[in-house]
C-alpha cells in the first residue's frame, strides 16, 4: 500500500473511533471537532449499501462489457486478460476515493480482474482438468498481491481459501491442509497488533488467520476423515482407502478438542475472532457427534441445542452484569462503542430473511392436510406443511 | 488491539484535547484490555431461537398424531408464556417513543414467543379447522399479535415478523421480492403486492406525522418499497401486452423515489430505486438494439458505467452534513 493510504487509513481509524466515543457520549461535539480536525485525511467510509450497490453496477459493467467484446472477438482468452490487466488500472485510481462508492467499485474491479485473469488462464489450458492447476495458483497469487497492495482483508481470505483448494490436489492433500494452515495461523497471529502494518493489512491477517484455522479444522475433523471431504475435492470419485484405527481416534479427539482449545485461547488472549471460530467449530463438531451418536431424535436435539444457546447466553450475560464493573476477565456484556443500531439492522434483516412465514399457497389446502404459515428454516410449524 | 488509536489517545490526552477520565474509559477498548462480546451474546440467542423453532416446528410434524392435541396446545403455549413473561419482567413501560434501554435478549426471547404462538395457532388450526377453507387467515392473527408485541415491547425485529406474516397472507414473499420479476411467475399476486407496499408506505408516513413509534418507519418503508417496486417490475416483465405501462409506472416511481431519497438522504430507499429504475428499462433496451445480443451487452455495460457515475455523484450530496 502506498505511505499516503497507509496514513489517511490510520487517521480515518482513529475518526471512526471518535465518532463511536461520540454517539457513547463519552466526548462532546467540541472534541469530536477538534479530533477531526487533528487527523484529517480522507479514507472511504464503510457503508454496505453502498458497496453493495457499487459492486452490484461494476459486475454487471464488466459481464456486460466481456460478453460484448467477446462476441466481437470470438474469442474469451484475449478479452479475459484485456480485462484483467485494465481494471486494476481503475482501483489504483479508485481505492482512497473518500466516496464510499467509489472506493467499492474500485475493490469490485479489483475482484473482477483477478476472476478474468482466472478465466483467461483457464481458457489457455482449454478447459481441461490440468488447468485447474493454473487456475488456483493465479487466483491465489493474484487476490494475495491485491491485498497486499489495496488493503481488502477479503481478498486475504480468498487468496488463503484458492491456496488451500490448491493443496487439497496433492496426494497428501489433508496433511498439507494441516500444517500449512497451522503454519499460517501461527504466522498471521503475531501480526494482528503489529503496529508497522496499515489497518487493513492487519484485518487481512486476520481474514488469512480464519482460513489457516478453518483448514486445520477441516482436516482433523472426523466426519472429514471419513468422507475424504478433502481428498474428493478434485477427484470426482470416492478411493475409499479408510483411514486407520488410531488415526481416526485422534481425529475424533481432535474435533473435541480443537473447538474447546480455540475458545480457551480467544478467552486468555481476549481475541473475539479466535472465541468465534471456537463457537462455530464447536457448533460443527456437536453436528458431527449427531451424525456418528444417536443421541436423540432431531427434534429434540434442536429443541434441547436452541433451549441451551439461549440458556449460555442469558447466564454468561447475567454473570457479566453481576460482576464488580460489569466485566470478567475483560470481557462485558455491554456494548461499549459499537453501533448497536447497525446490530439491530442486521437482526432485522436476519430475521426477515430467515424466520418470516412462507405466503400462502394460492391453491386452498386440502382436508386433513396440516398446513400453515410461518418460516421455512423457522416459524416452529406455523408455515409449510406438516 | 489498534496500536494506532492507542497511540492517538496518549497523544490526545497530552494535549488535552482528551481529560484523563475520558482517555481512561477509551484506552481499555483500545488496548483490548476490556472486549465487548455483545455481538457474540446476540448471534447466540439469535441461533438459538432459530434451532429451538426448527426443533419445534420437526417435533409437531413427527408427533402430532401420537401426542394429545391439548397437551401439545398447552406445552406451547406455556413455553410462549414463558418468553413473554421474560420480555414483560425486563422491559421498560411503553412509550411512543424508542426505548431508552432494553435487554440483550428482550428481541430474540420476544421473537420466540410470537414465533411459538404463531405455531401453536397453526397447529390448532390444523387439528379444529376452525377456519376451514379460509386457514391463512391465521397468519393474519399471527401478524396482529406480533404488530402487538413489536409496539409494546418496542421491537423492529417483531415488527418485521408482523410485516413479512401481513404480506404472507396476501400471498407474498418479503424474502426475496423481486424474484417473480426473474421467474416470470407472479402476476396474479401483483395487486397484492402494489396494495400491501402502499400500506405500508402509509404506515411509514403515519409513523413519523404522527410520532407513533417514528423509529418504525425504517421497517415499514423497507418492505413497503421491496413490496411496491416488486409488483410493478412483475408487471413490466409480463409477457402480455400492457408490460410498457407498467415498465413506465415502475421507472417513474423509481425516478420519483430516487429524488426523495436522495433530498432526504436515505441510502437504502436510494439503493432500492436504482436496482427498480435499472430493472425497469431492462426490457425497452433489449427491444431497442432489436434483440441483439451483442447491442445489448454493450448497453448493459454502458447504462451500469452511467448508474456507478451516478451512485459516486451522489454518495456526495448524500453523506453531506445536513
Redesign the interface.
Known amino acids: 500500500m502506498k505511505a499516503a493510504w497507509v496514513s489517511a487509513e ?1 487517521e480515518s ?2 475518526r471512526d ?1 471518535a465518532r463511536s ?1 461520540r454517539r457513547a457520549g ?2 462532546d461535539e467540541a ?1 469530536l471537532g ?2 477531526e480536525a ?2 484529517p485525511a480522507p479514507w472511504p ?1 464503510s ?1 454496505p ?2 458497496s ?3 459492486f ?3 459486475s ?6 466481456f ?2 467484446l467477446a ?2 472477438f470470438h474469442s474469451v482468452g484475449p478479452v479475459s486478460f484485456l480485462l484483467a490487466a485494465g481494471l486494476p488500472f481503475v482501483t489504483e485510481r479508485l481505492r482512497a ?1 473518500p ?4 472506493a467499492a ?1 474500485g475493490g469490485a474491479a479489483a475482484f473482477w480482474a483477478v476472476i478474468c485473469l482466472m478465466v483467461g488462464v483457464a481458457n489457455a489450458s482449454r478447459f481441461d482438468e490440468s488447468a485447474i492447476t493454473g487456475v488456483l495458483l493465479a487466483g491465489a497469487l493474484a487476490f494475495g498481491a491485491g491485498a497486499f497492495r489495496w488493503g481488502y482483508p477479503a481478498f486475504a481470505l480468498f487468496s488463503a481459501s484458492l491456496g488451500f483448494l490448491l493443496l487439497a490436489r496433492s496426494a497428501e492433500g489433508r496433511l498439507l491442509w494441516l500444517c500449512v494452515g497451522a503454519l499460517l495461523a501461527a504466522a498471521c497471529l503475531p501480526l ?4 508497522s502494518l496499515a ?1 487493513s493489512h492487519r484485518t487481512g491477517a486476520a481474514a488469512a488467520l480464519s482460513a489457516g484455522l478453518a483448514a486445520v479444522y477441516a482436516a482433523v475433523n472426523l466426519y472429514s476423515l471419513d468422507h475424504h471431504r478433502i481428498e474428493s475435492l478434485f477427484r470426482w470419485r470416492d478411493e475409499g482407502v479408510l483411514p486407520s484405527p488410531a488415526i481416526r481416534v485422534a481425529a475424533a479427539l481432535a474435533t473435541a478438542v480443537y473447538p474447546a482449545a480455540l475458545i480457551v485461547l480467544g478467552i486468555r488472549s ?3 475472532l479466535l ?2 471460530l471456537g ?1 462455530v467449530a464447536a ?1 460443527l463438531s456437536l453436528v458431527t457427534l449427531r451424525f456418528y451418536v444417536h443421541l436423540a ?18 447466564g ?2 447475567r454473570w ?1 452484569h453481576r460482576s464488580p464493573g460489569r ?1 470478567r476477565r ?9 453501533d448497536e443500531n447497525r ?2 439492522s442486521v ?14 399457497a ?1 391453491a ?2 386440502e ?1 386433513g ?7 421455512a ?8 406443511s ?1 | 488491539m489498534q496500536p494506532e488509536l492507542v497511540a492517538a489517545i496518549e497523544d490526545l490526552r497530552r494535549d488535552g484535547v482528551l481529560s484523563d477520565a475520558q482517555a481512561g474509559e477509551v484506552l481499555p477498548a483500545a488496548r483490548r484490555e476490556l472486549v465487548s462480546i455483545r455481538a457474540e451474546l446476540a448471534a447466540l440467542l439469535y441461533g438459538g431461537v432459530l434451532l429451538a423453532v426448527s426443533g419445534v416446528g420437526l417435533f409437531l410434524k413427527v408427533n402430532h398424531d401420537r401426542i394429545g392435541p391439548t397437551a401439545i396446545a398447552l406445552l406451547l403455549l406455556a413455553a410462549a408464556a414463558a418468553c413473554f413473561a421474560f420480555v414483560f419482567r425486563r422491559s421498560p413501560a411503553f412509550s411512543w417513543g424508542a426505548a431508552t434501554s432494553t435487554h440483550v435478549a428482550a428481541d430474540y426471547l420476544l421473537l420466540l414467543g410470537v414465533l411459538l404462538a404463531g405455531s401453536d395457532l397453526a397447529y390448532l388450526e390444523t387439528r379444529f379447522r376452525f377456519l376451514g377453507s379460509h386457514w391463512p387467515y391465521h397468519l393474519l392473527v399471527l401478524s396482529v399479535i406480533a404488530f402487538a408485541a413489536a409496539y409494546r415491547f418496542d421491537s423492529r425485529v417483531v415488527l418485521s415478523l408482523a410485516l413479512s406474516s401481513f404480506a404472507a397472507w396476501r400471498g407474498l414473499s418479503t424474502r426475496f421480492p423481486f424474484e417473480p420479476v426473474l421467474s416470470g411467475r407472479w402476476s396474479d399476486a401483483r395487486i397484492n403486492a402494489l396494495f400491501t407496499g402502499a400500506l405500508f408506505l402509509a404506515a411509514a408516513f403515519v409513523s413519523v406525522r404522527a410520532r407513533r413509534k417514528a423509529h418504525f418507519e425504517g421497517v415499514f418503508a423497507a418492505f413497503g418499497w421491496l413490496l411496491l417496486f416488486g409488483g410493478l417490475l412483475s408487471g413490466a416483465f409480463d409477457p402480455g401486452d400492457n408490460w410498457p405501462l407498467w415498465a413506465a409506472a415502475a421507472g417513474l416511481g423509481a425516478l420519483g423515489v430516487l429524488v426523495f431519497a436522495y433530498r432526504a438522504r436515505r441510502p437504502f430507499d436510494f439503493a432500492v430505486a436504482v436496482v427498480a429504475a435499472y430493472l425497469s428499462v431492462l426490457r425497452p433496451l433489449w427491444l431497442a438494439v432489436g434483440k441483439s445480443e451483442e447491442g445489448f451487452f454493450f448497453l448493459v455495460a454502458a447504462s451500469s458505467l452511467a448508474v456507478l457515475v451516478l451512485l459516486v455523484l451522489s454518495y456526495r450530496r448524500m453523506r453531506a452534513p445536513a
Not at chain 1, 437482526?347 to 400462502?360: F, H, I, M, N, S
Not at chain 1, 392436510?369 to 418460516?375: D, E, K, S, T, Y
Open positions: 490510520r481509524a482513529v473511533a466515543w463519552v466526548i472534541a477538534a479530533i487533528r487527523y467510509a457503508s449499501v453502498w453493495a450497490l457499487a452490484v453496477f461494476v454487471l459493467a464488466v459481464l456486460g462489457l460478453a460484448f462476441s466481437g476515493a466516496s464510499a462508492a467509489a467499485s494482528l497488533d503489529r503496529r489497518p481476549r481475541r473475539r472465541l468465534d463457537i457448533a431424535p432431531l427434534w429434540a436435539l434442536l429443541v434441547i441445542a436452541g433451549a441451551a444457546l439461549i440458556g449460555l447466553a442469558l454468561v450475560h457479566l466485566q475483560g470481557f462485558t456484556g455491554a456494548a461499549l462503542f459499537e446490530q439491530r437482526a432485522v434483516a436476519a430475521a426477515a430473511l430467515t424466520l418470516g412465514p412462507e405466503p400462502r394460492p386452498q389446502a382436508p392436510a396440516f398446513r400453515g404459515g410461518g418460516g428454516s423457522g416459524g416452529a410449524g406455523s408455515s409449510g406438516f
